[in-house]
């Protein structure tokens, strides 16, 4: 269902069971808040998967759209929520009731990136897996017993967890040999990796990738929207303090002359 909520990222108080330590290898994140068309596509997913439970309440549609470059008419036409105006917040439908289905309200993602980090919400939306064993039938590598369904399923597929056969490494760090028959490798099996179930999902890996790339990336934005302004500013200023020290290294020079 794709307008689902996205229950996940910071997880519900009491729904969830953090792990510390978590033996995973996490994928590097860049984000990157110059990346227009990027962002655009985040906000459509975000509110395509999101925004039926997670708010965030400290934005407004419209500035959204100015940052994003994106026309008030399109994005009020394909972004804003029936019965909400281009000036609102950007606040969930989810009725105060669901308090009572989790536990706890679903939390409000205006600054999850901040608070857990893009690469954490990157590596956390690409493992999911398939695991019985809990309520929702679902389990997360990155935040292990999670209390959130996997509401991009649909995008990414069912994952399940796998052995596969990989290369071990020797003393030196190269591969291991067999030393009978030097060019053959040795190999152990390595299992808790994942692998989508063929035909479960819409996209493809590198598609799905993608898209959580988009979403996350919308995020780091939505977390600090004024961040390409300080930027754009703390050029300025740069430029200014040079100039400024260039004139103050002029004038000292001109003070200097009169005690010699």
């Given at each position: 269902m794709k307008r689902l909520?996205?229950?996940?990222?910071?997880?519900?108080?009491?729904?969830?069971?953090?792990?510390?330590?978590?033996?995973?290898?996490?994928?590097?994140?860049?984000?990157?808040?110059?990346?227009k068309p990027s962002l655009?596509?985040?906000?459509?997913?975000?509110?395509?998967?999101?925004?039926?439970?997670?708010?965030?309440?400290?934005?407004?549609?419209?500035?959204?759209?100015?940052?994003?470059?994106?026309?008030?008419?399109?994005?009020?036409?394909?972004?804003?929520?029936?019965?909400?105006?281009?000036?609102?917040?950007?606040?969930?439908?989810?009725?105060?009731?669901?308090?009572?289905?989790?536990?706890?309200?679903?939390?409000?993602?205006?600054?999850?990136?901040?608070?857990?980090?893009?690469?954490?919400?990157?590596?956390?939306?690409?493992?999911?897996?398939?695991?019985?064993?809990?309520?929702?039938?679902?389990?997360n590598k990155v935040f292990?017993?999670?209390?959130?369904?996997?509401?991009?399923?649909?995008?990414?597929?069912?994952?399940?967890?796998?052995?596969?056969?990989?290369?071990?490494?020797?003393?030196?760090?190269?591969?291991?040999?067999?030393?009978?028959?030097?060019?053959?490798?040795?190999?152990?099996?390595?299992?808790?990796?994942?692998?989508?179930?063929?035909?479960?999902?819409?996209?493809?890996?590198?598609?799905?990738?993608?898209?959580?790339?988009?979403?996350?990336?919308?995020?780091?934005?939505?977390?600090?929207?004024?961040?390409?302004?300080?930027?754009?500013?703390?050029?300025?200023?740069?430029?200014?303090?040079?100039?400024?020290?260039?004139?103050?290294?002029?004038?000292?020079?001109?003070?200097?002359?009169?005690?010699?």
């Open positions: 909520a996205l229950l996940l990222l910071l997880g519900i108080p009491g729904a969830v069971a953090a792990t510390s330590g978590v033996d995973w290898e996490m994928l590097p994140f860049e984000p990157n808040s110059h990346d655009q596509r985040g906000v459509r997913l975000y509110t395509d998967y999101c925004m039926g439970c997670h708010s965030l309440r400290f934005q407004r549609y419209e500035r959204t759209a100015d940052d994003l470059e994106i026309p008030h008419e399109i994005f009020t036409e394909q972004i804003v929520p029936s019965g909400a105006r281009i000036g609102d917040l950007m606040e969930t439908a989810m009725p105060a009731r669901s308090k009572n289905w989790f536990g706890a309200a679903p939390p409000d993602l205006t600054m999850v990136a901040k608070v857990r980090g893009t690469e954490w919400l990157y590596n956390y939306l690409k493992t999911f897996y398939l695991d019985e064993s809990r309520p929702t039938g679902v389990n292990p017993n999670v209390g959130m369904p996997h509401a991009l399923f649909e995008l990414q597929g069912i994952q399940r967890e796998v052995c596969t056969q990989v290369s071990r490494t020797a003393d030196d760090g190269g591969q291991m040999r067999d030393p009978l028959v030097p060019q053959k490798a040795i190999t152990g099996e390595r299992c808790g990796q994942l692998e989508v179930v063929e035909g479960t999902g819409r996209y493809t890996a590198v598609e799905y990738d993608e898209a959580v790339y988009d979403i996350v990336n919308f995020l780091y934005y939505v977390a600090e929207p004024t961040r390409m302004e300080r930027y754009r500013l703390g050029v300025y200023v740069l430029l200014f303090l040079v100039v400024l020290f260039v004139l103050t290294s002029l004038l000292g020079r001109e003070y200097a002359k009169e005690f010699h």
